[in-house]
């Protein structure tokens, strides 16, 4: 009786938390020895040095005699989405893909793991390795600011970071849902890397400036309060401007949109749980074949 007691409880399956537990201390490992953290890691900190080479050189009037918040601006508002976009990248983009490419799923997906819990723990082990360095941008972006202009932290820089994090949730839900769709690391890391670093920023030009339509549908406009906040005052949701290059000096009218903060958040909040769950459900349906 004793015996069959101890079997059946060495047979008892690890539940979803425990599995999902599991998935994150080990992927998190993983990426903390991998190159790609290293060189993740490396890029950002070159970003760094060159901004505080720069800026202690030339000294620019935006960053050090306009006030903390142009600092904050110039420095944090130009690189934060950067440095988000590169991170989901590197840790997401080929999160899924890696389980069929390298065969791993065939080892680990047969035994009783629940596909959702190796989903879930892989997406939140990347988004703890995306913040670590993000995390230290930010310290490093305030060890800068505080140099120039003591202890003074504009609050606008504090709600910028958390946009900054919250839009690192998109990006890695939206590279996961990619990661998932292909089965080659190559495809899923040059789909994800093309549509963030020029497809999307290139369809949000030509809808605003041709089409003359607020691009409410592309992620990295609703990412456009990262910067935005940090503005004083917020700029105008539309701005319109008449050009004058064109006949009589008068050219045509040209519409600049800027994302509110709730219309921001909600279009960042939308591609997160969209891609998210539709990458989910994708790595639950495919073969390893």
Do not use: C
Not at 256 to 277: D, K, W
């Amino acid at each position: 009786m004793a015996e069959s007691s101890t079997t059946t409880k060495g047979n008892n399956v690890p539940n979803s938390m425990a599995q999902v537990v599991v998935t994150i201390k080990y992927t998190f490992l993983d990426y903390l020895r991998s190159r790609r953290f290293a060189i993740l890691l490396g890029i950002m900190l070159l970003i760094s040095a060159i901004l505080t080479v720069v800026v202690a050189h030339y000294r620019p009037a935006s960053f050090v005699s306009s006030g903390a918040l142009s600092f904050y601006s110039g420095w944090w508002g130009m690189s934060a989405s950067f440095i988000v976009i590169l991170s989901g990248i590197f840790f997401g983009g080929d999160a899924i893909s890696g389980e069929f490419q390298n065969k791993t799923g065939y080892f680990t997906l047969p035994n009783p793991i629940r596909r959702s819990s190796v989903y879930v723990g892989k997406w939140i082990s990347a988004f703890i390795a995306s913040s670590i360095v993000l995390f230290i941008f930010a310290a490093i972006t305030m060890a800068n600011g505080f140099y120039y202009y003591g202890l003074s932290l504009p609050w606008q820089f504090g709600e910028s970071f958390l946009f900054a994090w919250f839009y690192l949730m998109a990006v890695l839900g939206f590279t996961f849902f990619f990661s998932s769709l292909f089965k080659s690391t190559s495809y899923s890391i040059l789909v994800t890397a093309i549509l963030f670093l020029f497809a999307f920023t290139l369809i949000e030009t030509l809808i605003s400036a041709l089409a003359q339509i607020e691009p409410w549908f592309i992620l990295t406009y609703g990412a456009g309060i990262i910067g935005n906040v940090l503005d004083s005052p917020y700029p105008a949701h539309v701005v319109t401007a008449t050009s004058r290059f064109g006949p009589g000096g008068v050219g045509p009218t040209l519409t600049t949109f800027n994302v509110t903060i709730p219309e921001g958040l909600a279009i960042i909040a939308a591609y997160f749980a969209i891609t998210a769950i539709l990458g989910l459900v994708l790595f639950e349906r495919k073969e390893f074949n």
